[in-house]
Each structure stands twice: as structure tokens, then as C-alpha cells.
């Protein structure tokens, strides 16, 4: 549904991105995560036709975007990273011009106003002056006009910023209704978003791409093959622990520390993909008290400042 190739754009001569390349199939949601001045509003512009590349081409549903920026248009729902909101013009009026202006049939458009208005939660305000409306609301409308003309994709430029939690929980299920007719393209540098609703996140740094996976890929593959870490609270002795469980066949290291009440918190370096299950039956045969044993998963917090922090090769 949206296809990039080798896209560059710079301004003066610092790049913005630099030779992004990446699709994005039919019906997916795709979450786009970096740090402040990443390049992913620069990345939005571009696909939604309001910014031309430096270099490399970008289509959407197979119309590329600087020759048939309106038929692009058309089938984009686009949220701006601050939207040019007609300060003037009411709630309801306002989403009626978007529709007109994007061709909407006269005939569906109340109808479409309604059900924006509806799933941004907007139905007290449709009469009110959008100047007049707080900030999270504004953010709401602007929400509201990227759906209104029911595009087939969505590109959405940090749509939770400035909600409040529970206008935030409301946006996501939102997302994610939206995301089973829709392909969605969304930024943000929250993660617990980004996990929360995508189905693959993209993470740029300083406008190249460093990762491209599944939250929970991303979150397990870390840093090329870590491995995993296992934590167990054992009772015994912390001196014979940390020589007993060094030699199981495996481990690769052992960190001990006290955890209170005679016991001992032991995190386990592994290079195989789950030993658990022999982790937990070496240390019972070697006598020791098994008081817990879990995984420990990075999350996707711990895998973006990872892969965001490094100092290029
Ligand atoms: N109009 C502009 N003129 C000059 N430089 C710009 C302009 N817009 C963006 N940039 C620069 O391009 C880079 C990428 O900016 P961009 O807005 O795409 O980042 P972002 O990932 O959206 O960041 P944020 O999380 O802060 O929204 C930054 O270094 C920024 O300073
Ligand atoms: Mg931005």
C-alpha cells in the first residue's frame, strides 16, 4: 500500500533522512518510533505529498506522491504534527468543508461528520468554535478530519500528544478499530503506544532506519543474539550458588546478590533461547531452596534506547 525507496531529504545541508527505504502491505499498522528530530514528521510530510524528497520515491496505493500528489490525497487521512486548524469555523461546519473539499458525496456527508464526531468523542462539542477549544480537544478535531472523508490510509503524526490518559486509552482503541479496514502509518516516542497498537514498528534514529519488527521481535532480539537473562531467588548458600550455577552447561554468567531473609537474587546469562526449565531443575538437585524463576524480557523502552544510543560503527 505504501512503498519508499532511497528516500533523502535535507534541509540546507544537514539531512533530515537519508535513504529510507521501507513497504508497508495493506491493512497494516505501522508504528514509526524515534527521538526528537528523527526525521518521522519529515518522513509524514513527504509521504502525504505536503513535502517534496531530496531524493528516492514514495507511492501510495500505487500513486507516487510528487506526480499524483492529489490522488494521493485523497486516499491519505493525515494528522499533522500541529494541525492548521480554521480557528474561526465551528466543529461539525469545519469537518463538512474537509469532506467537500476532499469529494465527498453530498449525499454521505452528515453522515460521515457523524461518525467522526462519534469515534473522537466530540458529540458535546460539534457546535462549539474550534479556537475556543482546549488543546486535547483541538488535537481531537484534528483527529476527527483525518478520518471524516474515510480514506484507506492514515498517517498519523503523533496522534495521543496532549490527551489526557483517558482520552489517550479512547485514541488507541480508536487506533486499533481503525487499523482492521485501514493501513495506518503512526509516530510517536511513547512506546507502551507503539506496543500497544502496531503490528510492526519501524525505529529511526537521526533519519536512518536502525530496526524494523514486531514489538515483541524487537523487545526478544536485542543487540544481535544477547541472549536471555533469567532471574531466580534461590535459598542457600551465596558463595556455593554462584560456583554451582556457574557450571551448569549453558550459563554464561552469574550475577549474585543478597535479596533478604537469607535468600539470594541470581540473574543468569544465557546465550540459548529458554533454559528454564533445565535452570530449575539444576539448582533443585543441587539442594538449593527454588523460591522464583522468570524470564526477564527487555522492553521496548530498554530495545529503543539501545539501538538509539550507540555510537555509529
Ligand atoms: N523546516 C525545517 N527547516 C530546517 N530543518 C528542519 C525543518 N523541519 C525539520 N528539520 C530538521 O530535520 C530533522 C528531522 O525533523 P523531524 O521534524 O522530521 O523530526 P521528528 O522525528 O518528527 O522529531 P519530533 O519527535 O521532535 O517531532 C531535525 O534535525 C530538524 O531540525
Ligand atoms: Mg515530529
Redesign the pocket.
Known amino acids: 500500500m505504501i512503498e519508499v525507496q532511497g528516500l533523502t531529504r535535507f534541509?540546507?545541508d544537514?539531512p533530515?533522512?537519508q535513504d529510507l527505504s521501507f513497504s508497508v502491505p495493506r491493512g497494516q499498522v505501522l508504528g514509526f518510533l524515534?527521538?526528537?528530530?528523527?526525521?518521522?514528521?519529515?518522513?509524514m510530510r513527504i509521504l502525504t505529498g505536503y513535502l517534496a524528497p531530496g531524493s528516492g520515491t514514495a507511492t501510495v496505493a500505487g500513486f507516487d506522491v510528487v506526480d499524483h500528489s492529489l490522488e494521493v490525497r485523497r486516499r491519505i487521512g493525515y494528522l499533522p504534527?500541529t494541525t492548521p486548524l480554521y480557528k474561526e469555523m465551528r466543529v461539525a461546519s469545519f469537518l463538512d468543508m474537509m469532506c467537500r473539499l476532499r469529494g465527498v458525496a453530498a449525499s454521505r456527508r452528515r453522515a460521515r461528520v457523524d461518525s467522526a464526531i462519534e469515534a473522537c468523542g466530540l458529540a458535546d462539542r460539534r457546535h462549539e468554535v474550534i479556537g475556543r477549544l482546549s488543546r486535547g480537544l483541538r488535537q481531537r478535531v484534528g483527529l476527527a478530519q483525518a478520518i471524516v472523508h474515510d480514506p484507506e490510509v492514515l498517517i498519523l503524526?503523533?496522534p495521543t500528544a496532549g490527551l489526557d490518559p483517558a482520552q489517550t486509552r479512547e485514541t488507541r482503541e480508536l487506533i486499533t478499530a481503525l487499523g482492521r479496514e485501514h493501513t495506518i502509518v503512526l509516530?510517536s516516542?511513547i512506546l507502551p503506544e507503539v506496543s500497544a497498537t502496531c503490528d510492526r514498528v519501524l525505529i529511526?534514529n537521526h533519519?536512518r532506519l536502525v530496526a524494523d519488527d514486531t514489538p515483541a521481535n524487537l523487545a526478544r532480539n536485542i543487540g544481535g543474539g544477547q541472549g536471555a537473562e533469567i532471574e531466580m531467588v534461590l535459598q542457600g548458600s551465596g558463595a556455593e550458588i554462584e560456583s554451582r550455577v556457574s557450571a551448569i552447561p549453558g550459563v554464561d554468567s552469574v550475577a549474585v546478590s543478597p535479596a533478604g531473609d537469607g535468600s539470594w537474587r541470581v540473574v543468569v546469562k544465557t546465550s540459548k533461547a529458554d533454559m528454564r526449565d533445565e535452570l530449575a531443575r539444576a539448582v533443585v538437585e543441587a539442594g538449593f531452596g527454588l523460591r522464583e524463576l522468570q524470564a526477564r524480557t527487555l522492553s521496548l523502552e530498554d530495545v529503543f534506547v539501545h539501538l538509539t544510543t550507540e555510537e555509529p560503527a
Do not use: F, L, M, V
Open positions: 534541509y540546507a544537514r533530515a533522512i524515534g527521538p526528537n528530530g528523527a526525521g518521522k514528521s519529515t518522513t504534527e503524526d503523533e509516530s516516542h529511526i533519519g
